[in-house]
């Protein structure tokens, strides 16, 4: 079994790390060329690492990292996101990757727990996407990501003043819409392909009520489809939106109440029974979410169309 380190604060990791002394205890900044496995890290290839706080890199070519099942080998300008409390480790070789050019950016929670973007925060679903899934970024966008780390860095060489910590949080906030709106650009140019993925999402919802999953272990969920097209539950949900105009949930809700309907109009079961026969452990709960997607009771719904 791998061995787990909890890295709890900055300050630590820095520590680990060997690097300079912080400026900011909630916040760092490190060129990757800084950035070096841990010796103990390399001696022992199974140890991986949980961190009590938000990483963000910028990786070239050559830079491989394990997240839960997956290696990803990062390309060009690629940005991956760690939330506080994921695990990850490094690639299986021991040597030392080569990176051309980079950055980490580390901010603990401390930092935003007062402020606007502590509040939302969990709205930037990328930070539990997978590896497998992060931004690939063009020249350009690379270069706005950067001018937000050097607005970052001039903040952490002042002297600690009234203004310095909201300085901070606006500037690793701006970095995060920024990386919201690209993210809206990946999905776009990879259109084609996720149009394939909704066909796979439908079809294996489809596919689970044919073979009437729903009788033993009830609804299906997003991480029961997420893994059907290995894509981490936020990301697939996301990826439908920008898609369809609706996440996983509505997608499986839609198909629920579509399938009840036929089920009504067609046979004599009570609503308790088609709701228990869908996958629903209550009966109301089927009755609500039928109504809210008709406007109408089942019971109501049966009435009008067979009379």
């Not at 029961?224 to 990826?239: R, T």
């Not at 004599?268 to 089927?286: K, M, Q, R, T």
Request: with cysteine.
């Amino acid at each position: 079994m791998s061995d787990i380190v909890r890295v709890e604060t900055i300050s630590q990791m820095i520590q680990m790390m060997g690097l300079k002394e912080p400026m900011h205890p909630l916040v760092y900044v490190v060129d990757m060329d800084d950035f070096h496995k841990p010796k103990d890290f390399k001696s022992n290839p199974d140890i991986k690492v949980s961190m009590g706080f938000y990483s963000i890199f910028l990786k070239d070519a050559g830079c491989a990292m394990q997240y839960g099942r997956n290696t990803y080998d990062f390309d060009e300008g690629v940005l991956s996101f760690i939330a506080p409390g994921q695990v990850i480790g490094g690639a299986e070789s021991n040597e030392e990757p080569k990176i051309n050019y980079g950055w980490g950016l580390f901010f603990h929670p401390d930092l935003i727990r007062k402020s606007t973007l502590g509040k939302k925060i969990e709205d930037y679903h990328f930070f539990s996407y997978e590896v497998h899934e992060a931004l690939h970024l063009s020249k350009k966008e690379e270069d706005i990501l950067n001018d937000c780390i050097k607005k970052i860095e001039f903040e952490l060489d002042q002297n600690i003043d009234a203004h310095s910590q909201q300085l901070l949080i606006s500037n690793i906030e701006l970095l995060l819409n920024y990386c919201n709106r690209f993210y809206e650009r990946q999905f776009h140019t990879r259109s084609d392909h996720h149009k394939d993925v909704v066909s796979v999402v439908e079809g294996e919802i489809k596919k689970y009520f044919d073979q009437n999953l729903q009788t033993e272990m009830g609804l299906p969920t997003t991480k029961f489809l997420a893994e059907k097209v290995n894509l981490s539950p936020n990301y697939l949900g996301d990826l439908l939106k920008k898609e369809t105009g609706k996440n996983t949930k509505e997608h499986i809700n839609d198909y629920v109440v579509n399938k009840a309907k036929t089920i009504l109009l067609n046979t004599e079961n009570n609503v308790s029974e088609i709701a228990y026969d869908l996958g629903f452990n209550y009966p109301h709960y089927f009755s609500r979410l039928f109504k809210q997607k008709t406007g109408m009771t089942p019971a109501k719904y049966r009435d009008l169309n067979l009379n």
